[in-house]
C-alpha cells in the first residue's frame, strides 16, 4: 500500500521535473527567437529611415543617381514575406549603400551642415547601436540556451526532442578584415 | 568653453589665494580667542582640583568649578562660531570662485541637497527614501552636458535609519531611451533587489540583463527592463569607461539610467568641501582635496564620454 504511494510520488516527482526542464528549454529557444525578433525590428527601423536619407541627399549629390536607383531597387525587393536569411542579405546590401552615402557626404559641406541631415544621422548612428545592441542581446539568448540544452540533466530532454543549438552572429570575413580607408574613399 | 580642467596653479595663486590669506587671519584669529578662554580656565581647572582632594566643601568648589566650565564652555563655543563664520565664506569665497573657474553656467547652493524625489527616481537606494540630508549642491555645465551633484545622506523610516551618505551625481545621457536600467555593486546586490524592484512598481519587467565582458559582470549587476535597450545603453565601450571610472573612485559605485538621464551614487562618510579649523585653510594641499574631488565628481563627464552626442 504504502510502496505505492512512494512509486505514485517518485513518478510524480519525474514528471514534475521533466515539466520543469522542458519549459525552461522552451522558454530559452523563446528568448532567442525573441531576441532575433529585435534585431529584426531595429534593422526594419533603419530600413525606414532611408527613404528620408535619400530624399535629403539626392538635393545634393546629383550625380551619385546610380547609388539611389540601387537603394530604391533593394528597397523594393524587401517584403515581409521573403525568408529572413535573404531579408538579412538585403538589409546588409542597402546598408552598404547607405554607408556609401554618408561617407560620401564629407564632400558636400552644404549637406553636411544641413539641420535636417545632422538629425537623420543622429538617428541612423542610434539606429546602428540599437542593431548592434540586438544583436549582443540575441548573442546572450543563443549562448544561454546552448549551455542549457548541452548541460546535464537538460541535454537528456534536449537529445530526445532534438532540440539543436543555434548558432551566435559573427561578422563575415570581409567585416572582419581592416577597413582601407584609401578604397573607401576612392569608391 | 570649460571642460572640468585647468592649471591648479594658476587657480590657487591667482585667484584665491589673497581670499585664503584674509579667511586664514580670521581662522587664526578664532582659535587665538578660544586658547585664551582655554588658559584662563587652567588656574581655576588648578584650584578646582585642589580644593577638591584638600577641602571639598560644596560652595568652595561650585565658586571654583563655574568659571573653569564657563571658560571651557566659551573656549569651545568660540570655536564653534569661528566654524560657522568660516564656512559661508569658505564655499563662497573659495570653492565657487574654483567651481566657476572649472566650469560653464555654475550654480552653488552650499545649504542644499538632491531632493527627496530624485533619490527616489534614481532607483539606486535599496529602500524608499523618506528624508534626506546634506549640502554643496552644484549645478554646471561641461560642453552640452548638463551634470548637477551634492553630498547626500538618505534615511529610512520613522526612526531615520541612514540607507546612503555621499555623494550623487546626475548628468544627462547622450542617448535617448524610454526604459530604466540599474548597473548595482555585484558584491552587495543580491536577486531580491529585482523583485524589489519590479514588486514596488519603480521598474516594469524588470530582468538581470547578463552582459558579454566577464569584468564588468564581476563587478556589477545589471538589472534592466529592455534586454536590447540596455545593452544600447551599456555599450563595450561605456562598460569599459564604467569600470574605469569605478576604479578611478575606489568605492562601490552605483549607476542608473532612467529617463535619459544617467545617475552615480557614491558612498563617502567623510564631510567634503568644508573649512578646517585647527590646520591653516591656505595650504595648497588642502585646497588641491577640494579641487581634485571637484574634478574627481565631474569627470564622470569626460570619463563616460558623454559629450559625444551622435545619437541626439
Not at chain 2, 587657480?11 to 581662522?27: H, Q
Request: proline fraction near 4%.
Amino acid at each position: 500500500m504504502y510502496t505505492d504511494y512512494i512509486i505514485y510520488g517518485i513518478v510524480g516527482l519525474v514528471i514534475l521535473i521533466i515539466i520543469g526542464l522542458y519549459n525552461t528549454i522552451i522558454r530559452k529557444r523563446n528568448e532567442v527567437n525573441n531576441a532575433f525578433a529585435s534585431i529584426d525590428a531595429m534593422l526594419k527601423k533603419r530600413y525606414d529611415l532611408l527613404p528620408n536619407l535619400v530624399e535629403l541627399v539626392k538635393q545634393y549629390m546629383a550625380h551619385e543617381k546610380t547609388v539611389f536607383v540601387e537603394i530604391t531597387k533593394l528597397r523594393s525587393q524587401v517584403s515581409s514575406e521573403i525568408p529572413s536569411d535573404e531579408k538579412l542579405e538585403k538589409y546588409n546590401a542597402l546598408q552598404k549603400h547607405a554607408d556609401r552615402l554618408l561617407l560620401n557626404v564629407e564632400n558636400y559641406p552644404d549637406l553636411k551642415a544641413s539641420a535636417n541631415f545632422l538629425h537623420l544621422q543622429a538617428s541612423w548612428n542610434s539606429t546602428e547601436e540599437q542593431i548592434s545592441a540586438s544583436r549582443r542581446y540575441f548573442n546572450a539568448a543563443v549562448t544561454d540556451y546552448n549551455n542549457h540544452i548541452q548541460m546535464f540533466p537538460y541535454n537528456i530532454l534536449a537529445d530526445l526532442l532534438k532540440f539543436s543549438p543555434q548558432s551566435v552572429f559573427e561578422i563575415s570575413n570581409n567585416e572582419r578584415q581592416n577597413i582601407n580607408a584609401k578604397e573607401l574613399f576612392n569608391s | 568653453m570649460k571642460n572640468g580642467s585647468g592649471d591648479f596653479d594658476v587657480l590657487f595663486n591667482k585667484i584665491l589665494y589673497d581670499k585664503l590669506i584674509a579667511l586664514e587671519e580670521k581662522r587664526k584669529s578664532g582659535i587665538r580667542e578660544s586658547i585664551r578662554y582655554f588658559f584662563i580656565s587652567v588656574p581655576f581647572a588648578a584650584i578646582l582640583i585642589y580644593l577638591m582632594v584638600k577641602n571639598p566643601e560644596p560652595i568652595l568648589v561650585f565658586l571654583s568649578a563655574f568659571p573653569t566650565f564657563a571658560f571651557l564652555g566659551y573656549s569651545a563655543i568660540t570655536i564653534r562660531q569661528t566654524r560657522i563664520m568660516l564656512t559661508p565664506k569658505f564655499k563662497k569665497e573659495i570653492l565657487l570662485p574654483m567651481l566657476q573657474y572649472l566650469f560653464d553656467d555654475v550654480e552653488y547652493l552650499p545649504r542644499q541637497r538632491m531632493s527627496k524625489a530624485l533619490m527616489q527616481r534614481s532607483l539606486l537606494m535599496s529602500k524608499t527614501v523618506d528624508s534626506t540630508g546634506g549640502d554643496d549642491f552644484v549645478r554646471c555645465r561641461i560642453g552640452q552636458t548638463s551634470i548637477m551633484f551634492s553630498e547626500t545622506e538618505a534615511y529610512h523610516g520613522s526612526k531615520a535609519e541612514m540607507i546612503f551618505s555621499g555623494i550623487i551625481i546626475t548628468a544627462g545621457f547622450n542617448k535617448s531611451f524610454m526604459t530604466k536600467t540599474v548597473v548595482l555593486p555585484e558584491k552587495s546586490t543580491t536577486r531580491w533587489r529585482k523583485f524589489k524592484l519590479n514588486f514596488s512598481g519603480q521598474m516594469k519587467n524588470a530582468e538581470i540583463v547578463k552582459l558579454e565582458d566577464p569584468v564588468f559582470e564581476k563587478e556589477f549587476m545589471v538589472i534592466g527592463e529592455s534586454q536590447v535597450e540596455s545593452r544600447y545603453i551599456l555599450s563595450p565601450s561605456l562598460m569599459q569607461r564604467m569600470l574605469d571610472y569605478k576604479n578611478k573612485v575606489n568605492r562601490q559605485t552605483s549607476f542608473s539610467f532612467v529617463e535619459n538621464r544617467l545617475y552615480v551614487a557614491i558612498p563617502i562618510l567623510t564631510n567634503m568641501f568644508e573649512p578646517r579649523i585647527f590646520e591653516p585653510l591656505s595650504d595648497k594641499e588642502f585646497i588641491r582635496i577640494n579641487y581634485d574631488y571637484f574634478r574627481l565628481f565631474t569627470d564622470i563627464v569626460e570619463d563616460l564620454d558623454l559629450n559625444t552626442r551622435i545619437w541626439q
